[in-house]
Protein backbone atom coordinates (compact mmCIF):
# COMPACT_ATOMS: atom_id res chain seq x y z
CA UNK A 1 0.00 0.00 0.00
CA UNK A 2 1.65 3.61 -0.87
CA UNK A 3 1.61 6.35 1.23
CA UNK A 4 -0.97 8.14 -0.40
CA UNK A 5 -3.40 5.49 0.00
CA UNK A 6 -2.58 5.11 3.90
CA UNK A 7 -2.85 8.74 4.27
CA UNK A 8 -6.11 8.93 2.42
CA UNK A 9 -7.14 6.12 4.73
CA UNK A 10 -6.13 7.51 7.86
CA UNK A 11 -7.88 10.34 7.44
CA UNK A 12 -11.00 8.89 6.00
CA UNK A 13 -10.69 6.77 9.83
CA UNK A 14 -10.06 9.93 11.57
CA UNK A 15 -13.30 11.42 9.77
CA UNK A 16 -15.17 8.57 11.18
CA UNK A 17 -13.83 8.86 14.60
CA UNK A 18 -14.64 12.92 14.71
CA UNK A 19 -17.77 11.59 13.90
CA UNK A 20 -18.53 9.10 16.48
CA UNK A 21 -17.48 11.57 18.88
CA UNK A 22 -19.71 14.38 17.98
CA UNK A 23 -22.66 11.94 18.85
CA UNK A 24 -24.15 12.57 22.27
CA UNK A 25 -24.53 9.14 23.14
CA UNK A 26 -20.59 8.24 23.20
CA UNK A 27 -19.85 7.19 26.61
CA UNK A 28 -16.86 9.05 28.73
CA UNK A 29 -14.85 5.76 28.46
CA UNK A 30 -15.40 5.28 24.41
CA UNK A 31 -14.44 8.87 23.68
CA UNK A 32 -11.30 8.14 25.49
CA UNK A 33 -11.07 5.71 23.44
CA UNK A 34 -11.65 7.03 20.07
CA UNK A 35 -9.39 10.13 21.42
CA UNK A 36 -6.44 8.26 21.59
CA UNK A 37 -7.31 6.24 18.27
CA UNK A 38 -7.42 9.85 16.67
CA UNK A 39 -4.13 10.79 18.07
CA UNK A 40 -2.75 8.52 16.87
CA UNK A 41 -4.00 8.40 13.27
CA UNK A 42 -3.13 12.02 13.31
CA UNK A 43 0.86 11.12 14.08
CA UNK A 44 0.78 8.54 11.67
CA UNK A 45 -0.80 11.36 8.90
CA UNK A 46 1.76 14.22 10.36
CA UNK A 47 4.80 12.04 9.26
CA UNK A 48 3.36 10.96 6.23
CA UNK A 49 3.15 14.74 5.82
CA UNK A 50 6.63 15.48 6.66
CA UNK A 51 8.20 12.23 4.62
CA UNK A 52 6.43 14.24 1.71
CA UNK A 53 8.09 17.36 2.61
CA UNK A 54 11.52 16.10 2.95
CA UNK A 55 11.38 14.39 -0.33
CA UNK A 56 10.50 17.81 -2.08
CA UNK A 57 12.66 19.88 -0.63
CA UNK A 58 15.53 16.85 -2.01
CA UNK A 59 14.12 17.47 -5.24
CA UNK A 60 14.06 21.16 -5.10
CA UNK A 61 18.05 21.05 -4.34
CA UNK A 62 18.79 18.54 -6.45
CA UNK A 63 17.86 20.90 -9.40
CA UNK A 64 19.63 23.78 -8.05
Known amino acids: M ?3 QT ?3 NLEQ ?3 I ?3 MEQDDVG ?3 SLKL ?3 G ?3 TRKCQKIIDEAEQKIQQL ?3 NN
Do not use: H
Open 7 to 9: FEK
Open 18 to 20: IEK
Open 35 to 37: YEQ
Open 60 to 62: MEQ
Open 28 to 30: LEE
Open 39 to 41: IQL
Open 2 to 4: SQT
Open 14 to 16: LST
